[in-house]
Each structure stands twice: as C-alpha cells, then as structure tokens.
C-alpha cells in the first residue's frame, strides 16, 4: 500500500494522545467560557464533548454576545430601559431575563426554552443586524401573517431608517397600515423595484443605499421630500455606524442636509424664545472621519465634504475603490489574517495588546457582528486605509480568531462523534449491512445476500464518511497541537492561543474545507 | 462520555495499528438490529437466530513491514462486485483511521 509510512513500534500506550488533545480541549473549554471567543451559548449537548469539565458552565452566553443579544432584545421592544453597557453575562440567567427571551421565541415561532443558544441568536441577528441576509419568508405564520418578531423588526428598520417616530415598545403596537403604505410607496418610487415587497426592500442590505444614489444623481442635490430627506440623513448615519465610526442611530433628522434641516429646538437667547437647527457634532464629527481617515483627503477638504450629504458621498460608499488614495491591492480573507497578525505582534507585549483588544470588542458592542460583511468588501476592493483603524484591526482579529476557534471546535466535536461510533464498535448505515469496527480499527462487514445496491452504497459512503471526518479532524487538531507547541514554550495563555488561530488561519481553511465534506 | 475519556478508552483499548485486517462476509442471518450488542461479526453470526449461508468472501491482511494477504472466495457464481467494492472501502476506511491516529502522534513517532 503506497502513501503510508511504517509505524516504529506500537500504538502509543503512555496516554500522549489523550494528554495533548486533552490539553487542547481545555484551552477550547476555558477561551468559551470566559468569553473570549465569540459563539453563542453551546447547545446542551455540546456539554458532552467536554464531559464532566463543562459543570453546565457552557450553557450561558459570554458576555460580550450577552451585551449584544439584551441590546437587540431593547432595540425590537422587548425592554424598556436600554440595557447599561457591560452587564454581567450571571443576568441572563435571571427569571426575568428567561421571561422576555421566551417571549421573543415565542413571537418568532422558536422553541421556547429561554435560552440565547444557536437558534435563537441566528434569529435575533437576522432581525436585527443590517447586514444579515433575511429570508422574511421564515418569518411568516402559517397563515402567511408575519410573526410578531417580524412585525417588531420592521418597526425598528423603519425607525432606523427615519421612516417611522419611535422603536417598537414592549406593549407592541404594529405600525398603522395607513403609515406603512406611505413607508412602501415611498420606497417603491425610491428604488423603482415595484415587483419586490418593498418589505424586502427595507430589510435588504444596501437596497436603499443604491437607490439613493441613484436619486441623488438623477437630481439636482436638493431634496424637497422631508421623508426622503430624513431616509436619506439616516442611510447615511447606519453607514457610517457599520464601518465603525461613532455615530448614533436614531432615526432623526438631525443634520443639515444642503444647508436646510426640519429639525429645530427651542432655545433662550437673550431673554427670548427662539427655534434653531438641530445639528449632531457626532455626525458631522464621524463624516469628516470618513473623509479624512478612511477616504484620505485632506483636513480642510473632510471638513468641507462633511457639510454635504451628496452623490459622491453616497457614491464612496458603494464604491470605495474609486476614491481611496491608497495602493490597489485586493486581499483575501487569509491574507488579511496575516496582517492583523503583524499588526498585533508588532505592539510589543502580545498578550497585552490581545487584552486590550478583548476589552474593545467589549466596548464596540453590536458592531462585533455587524459592518464586517462592509469592511472585508472594501478590503477585497483595495481599500487599505480602513485597515489602519485600530477598532476595526480589532474587529478583525476576533473575527479570525473566532473563526480559526470555530474550525477547531468542530474538528475536536468531529473526533469526538467518531470517537463514540468506535466505541459502539459499530457503523449502522443500513439494516442489510453491518460493520463492525474492532478495537485495533480493524473493519468487519456483513453483508445480507438480499442488500440492495443502494444499502451497499449508503454504507460504503458511511465508511468513508466516518475514517475522513476522523482523518481530518485529528489532522487539524494535530497540525494546532504543534502550533501551540512552536509558539511559545511552557504554558500556554489564551492570548498566544488565539493569536495562533488568527496566524495560521489560512493553513486550517484548506484542511477545514476537506472536513465539511465528511463532517 | 466525553472527549478526553473517549481518548482514553481509545488508548486503552488500541494495541497494535502495525496490521490493518478487514473481512468481508455475505449470508443471511436474522437478530434484532437495535438490541443486539457485537464488537465482532463472528460473534454476530454466533448470536444471530439464523446464520444460513454466511460465507468469507474477502479478506485482507496488511503488516506496515511489509508482508500482505489477500483471499477472495472462489465461489461459482462470482463475488458480487458490490461486495468487493465494500471490501475496498473498508480498507481504505482503515488506512484513513491509522493515518488521523499517526497526524495526533508524529512527533512522538519522530522523536
């Protein structure tokens, strides 16, 4: 048999399989539990893998997911008070929490359980998140009426967007139908797309985006239509919101939009009462970011340009690579890990920058799952500049870390799931043929005179399925056991640990992919 | 049973992965597929109400120092090609287990 060395000597008794995977595990077990990486709660079974370590400790959200998901739940409604910023991940497990949680579950036509695990985060990010596809057909009861879930995140896209006065409230209302035939005309004749829902229009990712470049080109710059001028100011402050800039969502017309806003307060001057514009310094603050620390220009010229809500503004966005002044150089997502690498390693003490980073991500909130789709875009466009943003350096490197954690979690469960079917000692792919698998990984098969083509086929695949699901597993567990071990010496802290998945991100994805097929 | 003690029980259970031997049976034989506990098709066919037929039709040894050996029943009517292609996937099923197994340990194997 060619392609396989010799084995020295014997299987291995002195337990070093167990002893380094096992090490691996629990550095998987304790960068989960604290939170480090980003995934939602594990599912109860996935408490299994780590067998009596895990103490149901896995079952909660970490806690920057769990400031995520209590934002979300206030943004559809489920809250009144915003929640304070860094809430102890312990509240979700309180009775009050589990009550609004089942709630949503209830009105998404999830099992309601009262747990943020897989599905019911999934769901909050399509609902909520901007750049998440949404399928509204999910979302729909069988009667065809969209779910109350549904119904409250329409409410909030169109609050976002400035289309409605105010977010969904926990005595949920739905929008007046009056209200959201002006909201569906408006984006009808905004986007001229009159065969598509305009429902789908609005949870649609850049939809009104392009259509309002295109309006803003089609005119003369002014906007006379205050509906189309607050959609417009409001298209602009998520936009910049996703690439990481501060700025508020709010919903309000609160900038001058060619030199003319609606929006007015009442303020005392000199003993009188008058009414003056409304202007948002974090606005205005965050446009001339744009211009200057992302785009390139000049001070005075990001000044002068984030006076103006424009064509060319709107333009920039959705074509960054025309207007950035830095080298075009197209990037992958594997060799962009290997700048956020360079870019952390080159801070001095690693460990130190990583932690750093971990209470950033902490900060930055919602933007952790939301405006990356935006940033790897101008990426791949060749729009380096962003990449210069320490927040959004950060972003990436959890983003990959998070990925590389994913790829060696489901490598370690992968092994595990083989694990079990060798200890059963058996495959049971169809009931005409049996394999017996023996505890030197020897294979016996039976097969029933009457087994049809298709069960000899089904169990050759099950077969193959389970020793290249275990193959590949044990080669990516393998290939980030000597990682680890190059990477330092002596202990390994969970900072060296995700700068290594980050690091060799693109040497795990080609091993990874051969893995999906069999996992 | 989680994963560090399903390492063990595979530590604990595997001996020898210098050989790789697969046999391949045909035959009718009648048990209850979802009580019936066996590590070993012998032992199935042992167990098994009936056990009409049940014939070696493949079988195949491989010593990692070189030595092989391979047996296929010469029955009159041929070996269904279904059957040998299982036989086939078998082999390669053990060849891929042994090979995850030496990707955990090579630098043991190395050293």
Redesign the interface.
């Known amino acids: 048999?060619s392609g396989?060395?010799?084995?020295?000597?014997?299987?291995?008794?002195d337990?070093?399989?167990?002893s380094?995977?096992?090490d691996v595990?629990d550095l998987t077990f304790y960068a989960e539990r604290k939170g480090i990486v980003d995934s939602p709660a594990a599912a109860l079974e996935d408490l299994?893998?780590?067998?009596?370590?895990?103490g149901g400790e896995l079952s909660r959200l970490n806690a920057a997911r769990f400031n995520v998901a209590a934002r979300q739940l206030w943004l559809l409604g489920y809250f009144r008070d915003k929640p304070r910023k860094n809430i102890s991940p312990q509240k979700q497990e309180t009775a009050r929490f589990r009550q609004v949680v089942k709630q949503f579950q209830r009105e998404a036509g999830l099992t309601v359980d009262g747990w943020i695990g897989v599905e019911t985060w999934h769901a909050l990010q399509a609902l909520v998140s901007f750049e998440t596809k949404t399928d509204r057909s999910r979302w729909l009861t069988p009667a065809g009426d969209p779910t109350t879930a549904l119904q409250r995140a329409l409410s909030l896209r169109m609050w976002a967007f400035g289309l409605i006065d105010s977010k969904p409230k926990p005595t949920f209302k739905p929008v007046p139908e009056d209200d959201m035939q002006q909201v569906g005309n408006l984006l009808h004749e905004l986007t001229q797309q009159h065969d598509t829902h305009w429902q789908d229009l609005l949870m649609g990712d850049e939809v009104i985006l392009a259509a309002i470049l295109a309006q803003l080109e089609s005119q003369d710059g002014t906007m006379d239509h205050p509906a189309l001028r607050r959609l417009i100011v409001n298209t602009a402050k998520i936009e910049l919101w996703l690439l990481g800039l501060n700025v508020e969502i709010n919903g309000e017309d609160d900038y001058p939009v060619n030199n003319f806003t609606n929006k007015t307060r009442r303020v005392k001057r000199n003993g009188r009462y008058i009414y003056v514009n409304v202007k948002s310094r974090a606005f205005e603050t965050a446009l001339t970011a744009y211009w200057h620390n992302i785009l390139g220009e000049d001070e005075d010229a990001a000044k002068s340009k984030s006076q103006m809500l424009t064509a060319e503004f709107f333009d920039s966005l959705l074509h960054p690579e025309e207007y950035t002044h830095d080298e075009k150089e197209t990037v992958t997502d594997e060799d962009y890990s290997q700048q956020v690498t360079a870019y952390f390693e080159s801070r001095g003490d690693t460990n130190s920058a990583i932690d750093a980073a971990f209470s950033t991500i902490k900060k930055i909130g919602m933007k952790i799952w939301d405006g990356i789709k935006r940033l790897w875009r101008w990426l791949k466009r060749g729009v380096q500049k962003i990449v210069n943003l320490a927040e959004n350096m950060t972003r990436g490197f959890f983003r990959f870390a998070t990925k590389g954690f994913h790829i060696l979690k489901t490598s370690?469960k992968t092994?595990?799931a083989a694990?079990?079917q060798?200890?059963r000692?058996?495959l049971?792919a169809t009931?005409a043929?049996?394999?017996?698998?023996?505890?030197?990984?020897?294979?016996?098969?039976?097969?029933?005179?009457?087994?049809r083509?298709e069960e000899?086929?089904a169990?050759?695949s099950a077969?193959?399925r389970?020793?290249?699901a275990?193959?590949?597993?044990?080669?990516l567990?393998?290939?980030v056991?000597?990682l680890l071990?190059a990477a330092v010496s002596g202990a390994v802290g969970w900072a060296r640990f995700l700068l290594t998945l980050v690091k060799h991100y693109r040497t795990l994805v080609p091993i990874y992919r051969q893995l999906q097929q069999y996992a | 049973?989680?994963?560090?003690?399903?390492?063990?029980?595979?530590?604990n259970?595997?001996?020898?992965?210098?050989?790789?031997?697969?046999?391949?049976?045909?035959?009718?034989?009648a048990f209850d597929?979802d009580t019936q506990n066996?590590?070993?098709?012998?032992q199935?066919?042992q167990q098994a109400q009936t056990n009409a037929?049940?014939v070696l039709v493949a079988e195949s040894l491989?010593k990692?120092?070189g030595d092989?050996y391979n047996f296929l029943a010469n029955a009159e009517s041929g070996i269904?090609a279904?059957?040998l292609?299982?036989?086939k996937?078998?082999?390669?099923?053990?060849?891929?287990?042994?090979?995850?197994?030496?990707?955990?340990?090579?630098?043991?194997?190395d050293s």
């Open positions: 048999m396989l060395p010799p084995f020295e000597g014997r299987f291995p008794s337990g070093v399989i167990t380094q995977v096992g595990l299994d893998i780590f067998g009596d370590a895990a370690l092994m595990w694990l079990r060798y200890s000692g058996r049971d009931d043929v049996h394999v017996a698998i023996k505890k030197d990984g020897d294979f016996q098969v039976l097969i029933s005179t009457d087994a083509r000899v086929v169990t050759q077969i193959t389970f020793s290249r275990f193959y590949f597993s044990c080669r567990i393998g290939l056991i000597n071990k | 049973m989680g994963l560090r003690n399903a390492l063990s029980a595979l530590n259970a595997v001996d020898d992965l210098t050989s790789l031997h697969v046999q391949t049976f045909t035959g009718n034989i597929h066996y590590d070993d098709i012998r199935l066919i037929d049940v491989y990692f120092d092989s269904p279904s059957a292609e299982l036989h996937a078998a082999i390669e099923g053990g060849i891929k287990t042994r090979q995850g197994l030496m990707e955990l340990v090579k630098d043991v194997f």
